[in-house]
């Protein structure tokens, strides 16, 4: 549905300590085996240790690694290392000015950036699929301070849509929640959206 859709990247959500897209790394390898050559897969990984991040990349085969929560054992570095031809996206969640500075210390080691909505001090860590937006401002204020492809996520729906690109004016849009109906993707919801991002291309 996504790739008739026209989406440009496919988010395979593993593990997460809570969320509405996560699916089995078997469905994910699955699905990054099938997709067509010219299409990206995000595989989004909650391990927090290189050598859980590098395991979870050979049980899927994804093009990128999308990291939603901290590194706490090892260095961003050593997965580059290991995984030259993988694209590093790191996810920054957008709490206050302390993510604009972690942004910016992050941004020299990876290949992207992916501003979201979640919560990682929370007792269940939210990492992603929250549906809530985010201070735009914080997130303008990071793409224009770093060098990087930068992703919009949190809470984006066909309605706010022109108003993030306006004013955040990222390198591209991520969005889960307000396209699903009961959990799964609903392909009324992703034409509406998707329509509403070609029309501000159009005009
Ligand atoms: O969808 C999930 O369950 C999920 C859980 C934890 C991390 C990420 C998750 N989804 C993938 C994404 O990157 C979402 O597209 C992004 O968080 C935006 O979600 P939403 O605010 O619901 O549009």
């Known amino acids: 549905m996504a790739v008739d859709a026209g989406a440009d990247i496919l988010g395979l959500v593993g593990h997460m300590p809570s969320g509405p897209g996560i699916i089995s790394d078997g469905l994910a390898a699955e699905i990054a085996a099938w997709v067509p050559e010219s299409m990206e897969t995000f595989l989004l990984t909650s391990e927090t ?25 090892g260095h961003l570095s050593d997965i580059k290392a290991a995984l030259p031809e993988v694209k590093l996206v ?50 303008k204020d990071i793409v224009d301070s770093v060098d990087l492809p930068v992703y919009l996520a949190g809470g984006l729906n066909h309605s706010n849509v022109s108003k993030a690109v306006a004013q955040v004016k990222p390198h591209g849009l991520d969005l889960c929640s307000s396209v699903r109906t009961h959990h799964a993707l609903d392909v009324e919801k992703l034409s509406e959206f998707i329509n509403q991002v070609k029309s501000m291309t159009v005009n």
């Open 49 to 73: 240790t290189v050598a859980g991040i590098l395991a979870h990349h050979r049980r899927v085969n994804s093009t990128a690694l999308q990291l939603v929560d901290e590194l706490i054992d």
């Open 90 to 139: 790191q996810v920054i969640h957008v709490i206050n000015q302390y993510s604009v500075q972690q942004a910016q210390q992050v941004a020299q080691y990876v290949d992207a950036l992916l501003l979201d909505s979640g919560n990682p001090n929370a007792v269940i860590k939210e990492l992603g699929g929250t549906g809530r937006v985010h201070n735009w401002q914080l997130s």
